[in-house]
């Protein structure tokens, strides 16, 4: 579910416009249904042979001077490297001639009577593309929602955002069957695992259990405990207890255990390792709050992850900065996964354990304490920080440092700031899309698609993993919590979005 970004061609429509090398593809942006193409395109040009572009008229002029705005509204067109012009049916058979899994379709397609056929089907389908494709799932800014709320009561665009869907649906499935293998690879490679990293100062034990192993096998979170510089960041829940045991025979030097917050997955053998090690438990206020006692967790997270203890005394508060064996590290509250999140943050060495603060940068299926705003706020005092090293609470480094080894999966080569700026740039996005939702009196399925639309990010590539973590989830985790995250009040008098769907109601102002 948190794959490293794919590159968004409908997002950069200014990509090498004179790559004369590359066959140059000219779609309409606007349109569902050239989007679901490029899509395709996208999916099976693993060459980069061909570079798409949406229409506009600067383009065109620096395309070929050939190229007429309403005749490349009307079909598609491809120029060739050698200058050759195709349009509307030649075109998808130039296209389709240059992949191998197509290659058949591209030279039967223009052979008689396939390429009449081909061309009739183009036709009809272009001439009636405005009908079928009305407003690009939610993301349309030229067709007004008001406008088309009045005459279809939302029909168009959920017959727009469905044909955007049914036309990429075989790639949905191939995206997932190539999500779940990459899953199952990375959890097999860290099974019992450990990464000793910086020269022992900073290890991290990955933790498993018989139930709590479905979790990354299904869903991609693998289970980590941080140990950094003394410090036992995050000891697992009672469920991996017995991995975390396996991982103490070889008696790593523990001076504290801390907490980073109060997810079941993280706090469930504080006061066991504390006893087994001698080390003192630290924990923030509202983290002990939160643990004394622990809230009842839903049967689902409860017979999974395991139901955690209460926190025993003797523990200690989270000061504003905390001592390691050879330093200190700054304690940095930030709140957003949940209210009493803390970071952990090595100034020397320029290392942010990060906990749960990060979670990649299109995490679209968040908890139900996830408050959005919040998190942009925390993401904005990160990215104050200097960051070299981004140690995640499951599982992933975000470095491009050499002396952090490859582990691919878990080893993410990308600058941490610019992954944290790319999650602050998709939260921004998302309030101001939500925000406008509401606006117009939206309904909240409307906004929750309208906060997905298909050609953008990784919307289509997740979508079946993050609809498989609803339904297992039993809709605790999910896209529309997402939506939710954002119209959070601190009371939480807000009715959850069932709620909202159950009684009928768009509005939850
Ligand atoms: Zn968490």
Not at 111 to 124: A, D, I
Not at 419 to 427: I, N, Q, R, S, T
């Amino acid at each position: 579910m948190r794959e490293p970004t794919v590159e968004d061609i409908a997002e950069k429509p200014e990509e090498s416009h004179s790559a004369n090398t590359a066959y140059r593809v000219l779609y309409d942006g606007q349109c569902e249904i050239c989007q679901a193409c490029v899509s395709w395109l996208r999916a099976l040009d693993h060459e980069n042979t061909t570079v798409c572009l949406s229409i506009s008229a600067e383009v065109l002029s620096t395309v070929d001077s050939r190229l007429g705005m309403d005749e490349c509204l009307r079909q598609l067109h491809v120029v060739t490297p050698k200058g050759e012009i195709f349009a509307g049916w030649d075109a998808v058979a130039c296209l389709a001639s240059l992949f191998p899994s197509t290659w058949l379709i591209g030279a039967v397609g223009r052979q008689f009577p396939f390429r009449n056929v081909g061309r009739m089907l183009y036709g009809f389908v272009a001439r009636n593309r405005y009908s079928l494709s009305k407003c690009r799932g939610g993301a349309c800014r030229v067709a007004k929602p008001e406008a088309v709320r009045r005459q279809s009561r939302l029909g168009a665009f959920w017959s727009c955002y469905m044909l955007g869907f049914c036309i990429r649906l075989p790639l949905v499935l191939w995206a997932a069957i190539r999500a779940a293998a990459q899953r199952t690879s990375i959890f097999a490679r860290t099974y019992h695992k450990r990464l000793n990293l910086l020269d022992g100062k900073l290890t991290i034990l990955f933790l498993n259990g018989p139930l709590p192993n479905t979790v990354p096998v299904l869903f991609g979170e693998l289970f980590t405990t941080v140990l950094y510089d003394g410090i036992a960041i995050d000891p697992g829940s009672p469920k991996m207890r017995r991995s975390l045991a396996r991982h103490l025979r070889l008696k790593p030097r523990i001076t504290k255990v801390v907490a980073t917050h109060a997810h079941e997955e993280h706090v469930g053998n504080l006061n066991w390792l504390s006893d087994l090690t001698g080390a003192p438990v630290y924990v923030s206020k509202m983290t002990a709050r939160f643990l004394t006692p622990f809230k009842k967790l839903p049967w689902v997270r409860a017979a999974i992850i395991g139901q955690p203890p209460n926190l025993e005394q003797p523990y200690h508060l989270l000061d504003e900065t905390v001592d390691t064996d050879s330093g200190s590290l700054q304690v940095i509250p930030t709140p957003g996964h949940c209210d009493d999140h803390i970071v952990l943050y090595d100034p020397k060495e320029k290392v942010l354990l990060a906990g749960d603060a990060f979670m990649g940068s299109y995490f679209a299926t968040p908890n139900p304490d996830v408050d959005s705003r919040k998190w942009l706020v925390s993401l904005e005092r990160l990215m104050k920080l200097d960051i070299e090293i981004l140690v995640e609470g499951h599982g992933h480094i975000h470095t491009l440092r050499t002396d952090i080894p490859d582990f691919p999966g878990v080893v993410i080569r990308q600058d941490p700031k610019a992954a944290v700026a790319e999650k602050l740039d998709y939260l921004r996005w998302l309030r101001e899309q939500i925000e406008v939702g509401f606006q117009e009196g939206l309904p909240v399925r409307v906004i929750e698609a309208s906060c997905f639309p298909w050609g953008r990010r990784t919307s289509w590539e997740s979508c079946a993993t993050d609809e498989c973590i609803r339904l297992l989830s039993l809709g605790h985790f999910s896209r529309t919590e997402l939506v939710r995250s954002f119209v959070r009040t601190d009371g939480d008098q807000l009715p959850t979005v069932y709620e909202v769907r159950m009684t009928g109601g768009g509005d939850i102002h």
